[in-house]
């Protein structure tokens, strides 16, 4: 490892701290707005290995908020390009890449995983399957439509009562009979603006969202 890449998160982290981050397996599931800065976050942070996961191809719609892509990558899939801009970053780490819905992966090999997925079935599957495995984990609520970035908190679900999208989850975890009191998400309390159905967002949010998740990610592993 080129510790000179990481000589600053060492001085702050300690040793220990930052030596357990490099034995640690991270499952990402979503590359977006919010997953994206949560992936290269985690790399710069001292993360070496990685399990990420999303179905789709960079739109031109993602440039203006997504942090992983650029225009000449329109196309091509985000788990790949993903890869590619981690290795630039550390040419040490090991990636496993999905390009499939995360329903699809049975099992999971990991020490921490991070949902940032929109679709809420999906997010449900990937909630009780950390919980029936006692993998740690963390869930991001909705980041669309909403413009302040200094609303956006980490705590319990069950303390997300502004978030339309954590009350679906919360509903759904509730009918399969699973404590989500004890499910750590970042939501922000801002009411979200209406557009009808459609769904707009700003780099400051969803990005503030990612390091939001990074940190609390990083916070748990250098300490287990």
Not at 42 to 68: E, T
């Amino acid at each position: 490892m080129n510790k000179e890449i990481f000589s600053r998160n060492i001085a702050l982290l300690g040793e220990d701290g930052f030596n357990a981050l490099q034995n640690k397996t991270v499952f990402i599931a979503g590359l977006g707005g919010v997953g994206g800065t949560t992936f290269e976050a985690l790399v710069r942070g001292g993360i070496k290995n990685f399990i990420i996961v999303d179905r789709d191809i960079v739109d031109p719609s993602n440039l203006n908020r997504q942090l992983l892509y650029v225009a000449e990558d329109i196309g091509k899939d985000k788990v790949e390009i993903a890869k590619k801009r981690a290795l630039m970053i550390n040419d040490e780490v090991n990636i496993v890449t999905y390009k499939e819905d995360v329903k699809n992966i049975k099992e999971i090999n990991a020490d921490f995983v991070i949902d940032c997925i929109d679709d809420v079935s999906a997010k449900i599957y990937l909630i009780q399957y950390a919980l029936n495995h006692n993998i740690p984990f963390v869930t991001s609520m909705g980041m669309a439509n909403k413009v302040d970035p200094s609303r956006i908190k980490v705590s319990s679900l069950n303390k997300s009562t502004t978030d339309p999208l954590a009350k679906k989850v919360r509903y759904e975890l509730k009918n399969l009979g699973l404590d989500y009191s004890s499910v750590m998400c970042v939501y922000s309390d801002e009411a979200p603006f209406k557009d009808g159905n459609k769904l707009h967002s700003l780099m400051t949010v969803t990005s503030t969202a990612g390091l939001y998740l990074a940190n609390y990610t990083l916070n748990v592993l250098k300490s287990n």
